[in-house]
């Protein structure tokens, strides 16, 4: 029995101050019988001039033992302080290191409270917590996890910084993330999304020397605003993604223009009255029409693209597209392999060429293989562009920008973006001057981040990360819960 005694001893926190007097196995698990064994101190003046007052018996659940729950019941003294100088007339026995004052559990079932709740959340946290011997319900585990601890370390200056935003509730409410890209971690979560906001933390932090970002004015203008000392740098994704959103846009047109073209060159004749589907077209398109000049002539009044989508009847990111868009914006046209098979067979009938009777080609997939460098294009994928490029050859030139500014990006050659960007502005292509022009008014940022090696990569993985702990939540816990669990976790002091 001593020998196990023993054993059991070394196994409890602070063992070298606590002595097992008796151990119970009982219906709801094990009991451990432990005492204080160490000389009395008063906390308040250190003196051990002390007598003894009273006792009383304190309850302890700790870790479990091979499944089993385990209670540690500890008999603590009360003593009275000899010292006559001394504000403390009577104190108890304590162990910090064992338990927190008043608490019914260990400070290291506490902690593995938390660390589950941390990586789990509450319900499948707790339904673990059960099955390994811990119960704990909901409510504990996520209150583990919201309770303030100190931190494992001074989390040190931030010198790289990484903002991005991330979505309470898509196109309506928005948050913002903040990492320091140096150390790869999550060091502050805001609830907002705005610049003054952003630049009331950075005024916080006048340590910051660069902050990388996505294309959004609204971290640019706070950046200005609360560290004009710290440079910017545009994220590369977001250049990339935008600059693959304008060539769709293009490709769109260009297919467009083709149609066109294609029907005026084969002179098939407009008939003086319009089929049912051809009516039915032309009063969608003009209903569309009425709803972009209105959201045009909203915009110039200076409202919000929400308020202008409620107004209308729009969805906001329809609302961004038209405002942004240099001319009336026609429907996309569907590649549909259906009817461009039945097309080829009836041109075939009629004699026609049938290397142009194509016209009908996803934008989406086109834009992607003009971005894409010609020894990554695959046999299959390549016989596809050339029958697109077939039917609009003007897309060569807007291959061979594309695949410049990509160029650009991947062999940090910044002294060819000005020159790049008077070649798109100077081309036929609307929507690449558009972001030719945006790319201007950021220069400097975008010259950065083609020389800089940080980008927001790491931060966009955090805020996978975030969504996955939102979805689990189940709208339960508000953003103290979400910010515990984003932010890297603290052992307890």
């Not at 260990?106 to 593995?112: F, H």
Request: hydrophobic fraction near 35%; proline fraction near 6%.
């Amino acid at each position: 029995m001593s020998q196990a005694a023993a054993v059991i001893r070394r196994s409890l926190p602070q063992s070298e101050q606590l002595l097992v007097e008796e151990i119970k196995q009982t219906e709801g698990g094990v009991v451990l019988l432990v005492r204080i064994d160490q000389p009395p101190r008063c906390p308040a003046c250190s003196s051990t001039v002390v007598s003894r007052h009273s006792e009383y018996q304190r309850t302890l659940h700790d870790l479990p033992w091979q499944g089993q729950p385990v209670t540690i019941v500890l008999r603590t003294r009360r003593f009275r302080c000899r010292n006559g100088q001394c504000s403390q007339k009577v104190f108890a026995e304590r162990l910090p290191g064992l338990a927190d004052s008043r608490a019914r559990v260990t400070r290291r079932q506490k902690q593995i409270v938390r660390l589950v709740g941390y990586a789990l959340g509450g319900r499948p946290g707790s339904r673990l917590l059960h099955r390994l011997g811990l119960p704990a319900s909901t409510d504990t585990v996520l209150r583990r996890v919201t309770q303030s601890v100190a931190p494992v370390s001074d989390p040190g200056k931030v010198r790289i910084l990484g903002v991005d935003d991330w979505a309470w509730r898509k196109h309506q409410k928005y948050g913002t993330m903040l990492m320091d890209l140096e150390r790869g971690r999550v060091i502050d979560l805001l609830p907002v999304r705005s610049a003054a906001s952003f630049a009331e933390w950075l005024r916080s932090h006048p340590e910051v020397e660069l902050i990388t970002r996505d294309r959004c004015g609204l971290y640019a203008d706070g950046g200005r605003q609360g560290a004009p000392a710290a440079a910017q740098i545009n994220d590369r994704y977001h250049l990339v993604s935008n600059l693959s959103e304008a060539v769709e846009r293009e490709v769109q047109q260009l297919q467009i223009e083709a149609r066109t073209e294609l029907v005026q060159r084969q002179g098939r004749p407009t008939p003086g009255k319009l089929t049912l589907i051809e009516a039915r077209r032309q009063r969608c398109r003009q209903a569309r029409y009425e709803r972009y000049l209105a959201a045009k002539e909203l915009g110039r009044q200076g409202h919000t693209q929400l308020a202008i989508g409620e107004k209308i009847g729009m969805k906001p990111e329809t609302v961004a597209r038209f405002l942004h868009a240099p001319g009336f914006p026609e429907r996309q046209i569907r590649s549909d392999r259906r009817r461009d098979q039945a097309r080829f067979l009836q041109d075939q009938e009629r004699r026609l060429q049938p290397s142009l009777t194509r016209t009908h080609f996803a934008a989406g997939r086109v834009a992607a293989l003009l971005m894409k460098p010609p020894k990554q294009v695959s046999s299959e994928q390549q016989r596809y562009l050339d029958h697109f490029l077939k039917v609009c050859p003007a897309a060569y030139k807007l291959r061979k920008l594309a695949l410049q500014f990509r160029a650009m990006l991947r062999w940090r050659r910044s002294h060819r973006l000005q020159p790049w960007i008077e070649k798109a502005l100077a081309s036929p292509f609307s929507f690449l001057g558009q972001f030719a022009r945006s790319l201007r008014r950021d220069g400097p940022a975008v010259e950065r981040s083609i020389t800089r090696p940080w980008s927001n990569g790491p931060l966009e993985g955090q805020i996978n990360r975030l969504k996955v702990s939102k979805r689990q939540r189940y709208g339960r816990a508000g953003f103290r819960l979400l910010k515990a669990r984003v932010l890297p976790f603290a052992e307890a002091a």
